[in-house]
């Protein structure tokens, strides 16, 4: 069960926490952040969800202490998770924003989806968290584009978000926590939908970046990740960090 807002109608920073949780329903509330006053009455949000008859292909990855609740650990060498693909998650022809809180070890793939025509990634590269994306050019198919935040994320928590905003030309930014870290303006269009299917931890099949070959397996603790279909604004990821960063989750496991 995965649920997140899809509107920001409070004027303050929120986020979506379940309180009970089965295998024929789930209690959903809004939870807004006390940064800014101690008042917690929120207006009405629309709030959207998936829920999955049968859990994703996990092959290792153990549940363990997470940022926030629980997560899940990859050990570097055979640890990922796959997940089937659906049209709510394509993200050709529309812009989309990619999201994680990541406690890393080693380089590696955080998330990855399609490969080598069309698809997007956000990974570590010598320490860096990188977000790329391969589509339609102007000269030819397959292109594969790079935008580095230059940020060190290995080592401890990070926010790392990836946000893809199609155009002429089209925009790679991506962030890590909170902060604009890297732009990329270029010519390039996911027209297709990806042959290949959302994978975390590890980029299996035809590789999305340039930057190292598949697999790519990574050394990581993995929470909160988010595929949303939109362009998250400067202040909603930044405002998403510092609402993490104040809520108490004791009271919650995912």
Same mark, same amino acid.
């Given at each position: 069960?995965?649920?997140?807002?899809? @509107?920001?109608?409070?004027?303050?920073? !929120?986020?979506?926490?379940?309180?009970?949780?089965? /295998?024929?329903?789930?209690?959903?509330?809004?939870?807004?952040?006390? @940064?800014?006053?101690?008042?917690?009455?929120?207006?009405?949000?629309?709030?959207?969800? /998936?829920?999955? $008859? %049968?859990?994703?292909?996990?092959?290792?990855?153990?549940?363990?202490?997470?940022?926030?609740?629980? &997560?899940? %650990?990859?050990?570097?060498?055979?640890?990922?998770?796959?997940?089937?693909?659906?049209?709510?998650? %394509?993200?050709?022809?529309?812009?989309? @924003?990619?999201?994680?809180?990541?406690?890393?070890?080693? *380089?590696?793939?955080?998330?990855?989806?399609?490969? #080598?025509?069309?698809?997007?990634?956000?990974? =570590? *590269?010598?320490?860096?968290?990188?977000? !790329?994306?391969?589509?339609?050019?102007?000269? +030819?198919?397959?292109?594969?584009?790079?935008?580095?935040?230059?940020?060190?994320? =290995?080592?401890?928590? /990070?926010?790392?978000?990836?946000?893809?905003?199609?155009?002429?030309?089209?925009?790679?930014?991506?962030?890590?926590?909170?902060?604009?870290?890297?732009?990329?303006?270029?010519?390039?269009? =996911?027209? #297709?939908?990806?042959?290949?299917?959302?994978?975390?931890?590890?980029?299996?099949? #035809?590789?999305?970046?340039?930057?190292?070959?598949?697999?790519?397996? =990574?050394?990581? @603790?993995?929470? $909160?990740?988010? +595929?949303?279909?939109?362009?998250? &604004?400067?202040?909603?990821? %930044?405002?998403? +960090?510092?609402?993490?960063?104040?809520?108490?989750?004791? *009271?919650?496991?995912?």
């Amino acid at each position: 069960f995965i649920a997140w807002h899809q @509107t920001t109608d409070g004027p303050d920073a !929120a986020c979506v926490r379940h309180t009970s949780l089965t /295998a024929t329903g789930a209690q959903v509330r809004i939870q807004e952040d006390t @940064t800014y006053d101690s008042e917690t009455s929120h207006t009405t949000e629309v709030v959207g969800y /998936a829920a999955f $008859e %049968s859990p994703f292909a996990l092959d290792g990855c153990p549940k363990v202490e997470g940022a926030f609740g629980s &997560a899940l %650990s990859f050990d570097g060498r055979m640890d990922y998770v796959e997940v089937p693909k659906y049209p709510e998650a %394509s993200p050709a022809d529309t812009p989309f @924003t990619i999201e994680a809180w990541v406690y890393a070890e080693s *380089d590696g793939t955080i998330v990855a989806r399609g490969g #080598s025509s069309y698809g997007f990634t956000l990974y =570590i *590269d010598g320490g860096v968290a990188k977000f !790329a994306v391969r589509g339609d050019g102007l000269a +030819f198919p397959g292109k594969c584009v790079i935008v580095s935040s230059g940020v060190n994320v =290995i080592g401890g928590w /990070a926010y790392i978000v990836g946000v893809f905003t199609p155009g002429f030309p089209s925009r790679l930014d991506i962030y890590v926590n909170g902060t604009l870290e890297g732009t990329r303006l270029s010519f390039i269009w =996911i027209t #297709s939908e990806p042959g290949e299917s959302m994978q975390v931890g590890v980029d299996l099949g #035809s590789q999305v970046t340039t930057d190292f070959p598949s697999p790519a397996y =990574i050394n990581a @603790t993995i929470d $909160e990740l988010r +595929f949303l279909r939109r362009a998250l &604004a400067p202040s909603e990821i %930044s405002q998403r +960090f510092e609402a993490k960063m104040s809520l108490d989750y004791s *009271d919650v496991r995912f």
